[in-house]
T-cell receptor
Framework: SQKIEQNSEALNIQEGKTATLTCNYTNYSPAYLQWYRQDPGRGPVFLLLIRENEKEKRKERLKVTFDTTLKQSLFHITASQPADSATYLCAPDSGNTPLVFGKGTRLSVIA | DAGITQSPRHKVTETGTPVTLRCHQTENHRYMYWYRQDPGHGLRLIHYSYGVKDTDKGEVSDGYSVSRSKTEDFLLTLESATSSQTSVYFC?????????????FGDGTRLSIL
């Protein structure tokens, strides 16, 4: 069956450092991979989408990589700030079925 | 922000009672989804709709039914609520299903069944 693993439930980092979150998937062949941010008490918010033929995508301080051989996506936040503290969800997108989300990684950026 | 409204935002009810949650969108998106989110399980798809009167089951559909009589409204019904259905319920919309379209979520309904 399809499985999505996000590397850890929680990640604590110092302000100013780069946060790296991992999304691994099995029994999938996604053409895209989406990343979302969720704040407490709110619904997830779409951040970035990367296509299988894109090795890397950037948006401001965010960078996402997508390695279809390793079946892995990495999500980086550079120069992290306390306001980046949230839960981040990945969702491999096969393109023809509803999205399935990972359980998320809760990031805490400590000032 | 995408125009998605979930109602009610909070509800407490008793086991065995029927419950209906409403999702209303103003984006004219074709696809609408209901998820539940629980600690340790993440977001799990309950049902989704790909058009008026067109619905399909998700991963955890048992005990739930849905209806979509208008593009803008997607209702989730618990015919006879059980304590295991205590959860936070999220509605989401997308212009198309998958195919690199992002989903836009409402802010959730916190449902407690005593």
């Amino acid at each position: 069956s399809q499985k999505i693993e996000q590397n850890s439930e929680a990640l604590n980092i110092q302000e100013g450092k780069t946060a790296t979150l991992t999304c691994n998937y099995t029994n999938y062949s996604p053409a895209y991979l989406q990343w979302y941010r969720q704040d407490p008490g709110r619904g997830p918010v779409f951040l970035l989408l990367i296509r299988e033929n894109e090795k890397e995508k950037r948006k401001e301080r965010l960078k996402v990589t997508f390695d279809t051989t390793l079946k892995q996506s990495l999500f980086h936040i550079t120069a992290s700030q306390p306001a980046d503290s949230a839960t981040y969800l990945c969702a491999p997108d096969s393109g023809n079925t509803p999205l399935v989300f990972g359980k998320g990684t809760r990031l805490s950026v400590i000032a | 922000d995408a125009g998605i409204t979930q109602s009610p935002r909070h509800k407490v009810t008793e086991t065995g009672t029927p419950v209906t949650l409403r999702c209303h969108q103003t984006e004219n998106h074709r696809y609408m989804y209901w998820y539940r989110q629980d600690p340790g399980h993440g977001l799990r798809l309950i049902h989704y709709s790909y058009g008026v009167k067109d619905t399909d089951k998700g991963e955890v559909s048992d005990g739930y039914s849905v209806s979509r009589s208008k593009t803008e409204d997607f209702l989730l019904t618990l015919e006879s609520a059980t304590s295991s259905q205590t959860s936070v319920y999220f509605c989401a919309i997308s212009a198309t299903g998958g195919n690199n379209q992002p989903q836009h979520f409402g802010d959730g309904t916190r449902l407690s069944i005593l």
